[in-house]
């Protein structure tokens, strides 16, 4: 066996054995191999499938804009290719980087995290549109914080959490998470990572009369937070009846019905959809699905929601072979938060929810969410990792050519 092989086992070993699995075992009779432990078609195969949709998508969905507003029809796109060299970066990075490591520095990635997403309520450093200051402009490009403030968060409450009860009041520091979002304000990031919260919350281990007494007090307080602002209020309303206010706070709903219903079974056709021609905003980002659905039909969608069913069930499938608990918690929160944004933009596109401004991950036209929701993955494959080699004590490679 090579010695790059080595190399790859005995990391492997360095990384795993310190949340209880075995020692790495170097036989050469086992029938699967590194890319199988490191998630395989099971985690990668549906990635791979949406980031190809999306880019022919955020094409599609964006082409006309593009080329009327920047002379450029391939804008969009070409920057969404481009933001596939970050993402496969953090990819590589999610699924190298030591877990223990990870877990000894989830406090300064938090707050470094949290401190970087402040930096966009700063005049004259974060980019105010539409009335939020979510972004940050870097070299021409717009950066979100919140998107990795998420994964940050759940990755230091997972840390603190694994180490017992003793530091529950460490944990609460989480909180200005939220205060940060809230101040953008970021309503939609803020209600996914408490999603994300109270899944890993649940694989803690939390009493359930806590659980679900706490998920009882937040419904009031998020129902309160919901209509507060006035532009979130406009929402709910242009929710539960978008054709009160057709051409105001309801038109971007009822377009969106529009291009999901007039695509029918089969669809339009790729690039035939008409709502992209200036009726439907952002329908390169919040409302893809949309056209997606005007062009594809209901099949199209139907795949769609089939490949994100297998990510998910993958998914879940780490999540109930994982022993170690800081695993076990991170991979319940990464799944959470990547689920709910998921559920959460179909059902905006679908008239099931009122508007908030999530795009569907790895589909939607944004380098910040692409970037984050890849680094998660990659986390998750690193975890899928460890699993694998307890189950099956040891990896095969080809040893040709070493």
Known sequence: MGSSTEKQLICFQNHFVRCGGPSVSTRKDHSYSLFDAYGGQTIWFPVIALLSFGLLFVYSASSVYAGQKYGDEFLFARKQLIYFIPGAFAAFLGARLPLQKLKEYATPIFLGSIALTGLTLVPGIGKRILGAARWISVAGTQIQPSEFLKIAAVIFLAAVLSEGKALLKKALLVLLAFAVLLRQPDFGSSVILMVGI?????????????????????????????????????????????????????????????????????????????????????????????????????????????????????????????????????????????????????????????????????????????????????????????????????????????
């Open 198 to 402: 109270l899944a890993l919350l649940f694989f803690w281990g939390i009493p359930k009369r806590f659980f679900f007494g706490g998920i009882v007090l937040l419904i009031p307080v998020i129902a309160v937070l919901a209509v507060a602002a006035p532009y979130r209020l406009r929402r709910l309303v242009a929710f539960l009846d978008p054709f009160a206010d057709p051409l105001g706070s309801g038109f971007q709903v009822i377009q969106s019905f529009v291009a999901i219903a007039s695509g029918g079974l089969f669809g339009k056709g790729l690039g035939g959809s008409q709502q992209k021609l200036f009726f439907l905003p952002e329908a390169h980002t919040d409302f893809i699905l949309a056209v997606i659905g005007e062009e594809m039909g209901f099949v199209g969608l139907a795949i769609i929601v089939l490949i994100y069913a297998m990510l998910f069930y993958s998914v879940l499938q780490i999540l109930l072979a994982v022993t170690c608990n800081f695993s076990r918690m991170l991979t319940a929160g990464l799944l959470a938060m990547i689920a709910a944004s998921t559920l959460v933009n179909m059902g905006v596109c679908a008239g099931l929810l009122p508007t908030k401004g999530l795009t569907l991950p790895f589909i939607s036209s944004g380098g910040s969410s692409l970037v984050a929701n890849l680094f998660a993955m990659g986390l998750l494959a690193q975890i899928h990792a460890s699993a694998y080699i307890r189950q099956h004590g040891g990896l095969k490679h080809d040893v040709q050519g070493d």
